[in-house]
């Protein structure tokens, strides 16, 4: 199958990219690479060149629709974001041109070129706001009520795929994502902490916490995450899925995780807690079980590692 992956040179999206390729499938990747970087695609380019096509693109471009129209994806895996909450909260209307224009620009391409899907990279951590302790893990019929402009972007771009859908048929499937982490995850990005303690960790250091780090989020491994897409290319049409573990994990335990895998037993730096941080989240993922026969399989500790030796391999090219 022809497949095209927005944002398809980010931490996630070129991920994702791997995964289509060894699967045998044609891909397209639109990235504009002002966060997304063709470094995270060299393994792809260098084992799947023939099967890869990269476009250097802005979502926003009016060139988008004709791409979609010469290049006729079947699937459309949309992952092209503004994905700081800090910058929406500082430039609103960047954010939703980039956020809701640029998801609007996808849609219409998707449309015109006859895809079968659009797959949706949605936020669990914003759309439904802070849900009050009893109702975490909170589910998809959760009221949706998000607390920055990233959070309302996100959402916005949810009801328009529903108006495509009724409109042109154009079925998608919206994946609310917990706090992914992995290889190739940007520190300075929003939901960077796992990247930034691995920095530290590996040079032996230990990392700060905001707070008294007994705030919880739902950590999810990047490679489960791409198989919750993977699926829903077939799966949950016109849903809203929940992607995370349903498991609540303090700041403290992952970092004390994080230093096991590190080798690392100084205790971390503790800092006055940032305005605006939410004090716990966690998703409910029955739905993706049931919807997508989806269910995350790596551990913390397992995930740890991986990122800890994936850093670790990065400073060591760096320093030589």
């Not at 503004?82 to 609103?92: F, T």
């Not at 402009?149 to 917990?178: D, N, Q, T, W």
Request: glycine fraction near 10%.
């Amino acid at each position: 199958m022809r497949m095209l992956v927005t944002g398809g040179a980010g931490f996630i999206g070129s991920t994702l990219v791997d995964r289509l390729l060894a699967e045998g499938n044609e891909v397209d990747v639109v990235d504009d690479l002002s966060s997304g970087s063709l470094a995270n695609l060299a393994d792809a380019r260098e084992v799947s060149a023939h099967s890869l096509t990269i476009h250097q693109l802005d979502i926003r471009s009016p060139d988008l629709v004709d791409l979609f129209v010469r290049r006729r994806p079947e699937v459309v895996f949309h992952l092209a974001a503004q994905a700081d909450v800090r910058v929406s909260v500082d430039r609103p209307t960047f954010d939703a041109d980039v956020n809701v224009l640029g998801s609007i620009n996808v849609f219409e391409g998707a449309y015109r070129c006859g895809a079968n899907r659009v797959v949706f990279a949605a936020s669990g951590g914003t759309l439904y706001g802070e849900p009050v302790p009893d109702d975490l893990p909170v589910r998809e019929s959760h009221p949706h009520r998000p607390l920055s402009p990233y959070g309302a972007s996100k959402k916005a771009a949810i009801e328009y795929l529903g108006v495509y859908r009724e409109l042109h048929s154009l079925e998608f499937c919206a994946l609310a994502m917990a706090n992914v982490y992995g290889p190739r995850q940007d520190p300075h990005g929003e939901a960077g902490v796992v990247a930034i303690f691995a920095g530290e960790l590996v040079r032996g250091r230990s990392g700060t916490i905001f707070g008294d780090g007994e705030q919880t989020r739902d950590f999810v491994y990047v490679d489960d995450v791409v198989d919750a897409f993977v699926r829903a290319t077939t799966r949950a049409g016109g849903l809203v899925c929940n992607i995370g573990t349903g498991r609540e994990t303090s700041v403290n335990d992952l970092h004390r995780v994080m230093a096991d895998a590190a080798g690392v037993d100084s205790p971390p730096t503790y800092r006055p807690p940032r305005p605006g941080e939410l004090t716990r989240s966690c998703l409910s993922i029955e739905r993706a079980e049931i919807q997508l026969g989806w269910k995350p399989w790596t551990s913390l500790e397992e995930g740890s590692r991986a990122v800890i030796d994936f850093v670790g391999r990065q400073v060591r090219q760096a320093e030589n």
